[in-house]
């Protein structure tokens, strides 16, 4: 599967929202991170210091990148029905910290949103060491890297920048 990405400057995602409340009226209706934004990548995700996230409609992932002033768009294409995590997570920081190839204690975690779509985790991460970025995903099933039900504690997935 290949995840749309897409990056708007903040000033230009202000200016959009700007636009579409005093003009009342939208393009016609399209999916995920197409009808949010424009020129959408298909790969090459880098963030020079992830920060904040937040779900818009349709599972598309908003992911603040400070070290660039910009924000990422992301087509997660999760579907499905929420999937509860059937134990307990532990330790999250050391699942981390292992997803990093780090200790538990040279992660940074910045933030943790849930698609509310099929209960999908997401976090967005630093590795203090050299302050790499990363957008993990924690889901309760086996999609994508996830764990199958009854079986050991979930895993973490990773897309560093």
């Known amino acids: 599967m290949t995840r749309k990405i897409a990056t708007l400057s903040v000033v230009a995602l202000v200016l959009s929202i700007g636009v579409l409340a005093i003009t009342g009226s939208a393009a016609p209706?399209?999916?995920?991170?197409?009808?949010?934004?424009?020129?959408?990548?298909?790969?090459?995700?880098?963030?020079?210091?992830i920060g904040r996230m937040s779900f818009a409609t349709?599972?598309?992932l908003l992911v603040a990148d400070r070290g660039n002033g910009s924000?990422?768009?992301i087509d997660t294409g999760d579907?499905?029905?929420?999937?509860?995590?059937?134990n307990r997570i532990d330790n999250i920081d050391t699942l981390i910290a292992g997803a990093l190839?780090?200790?538990a204690t040279?992660?940074?975690?910045v933030d943790m949103?849930?698609?509310?779509?099929n209960g999908r985790i997401y976090l967005s991460v630093i590795r203090k060491q050299d302050g790499i970025s990363a957008l993990l995903?924690?889901?309760?099933?086996?999609?994508?890297?996830g764990r199958q039900p009854g079986q050991g504690p979930p895993r973490a997935n990773h897309s560093a920048g």
């Open 101 to 103: 190839g780090t200790e």
């Open 137 to 145: 995903t924690i889901d309760g099933f086996r999609q994508g890297g």
């Open 79 to 86: 579907t499905g029905s929420a999937t509860p995590l059937k």
């Open 29 to 49: 209706a399209k999916k995920g991170a197409d009808r949010l934004l424009k020129n959408v990548q298909t790969k090459g995700l880098k963030f020079r210091q």
């Open 58 to 60: 349709d599972g598309v």
């Open 106 to 109: 040279g992660v940074q975690i």
């Open 113 to 117: 949103v849930v698609n509310r779509i």
């Open 71 to 73: 924000v990422v768009a």
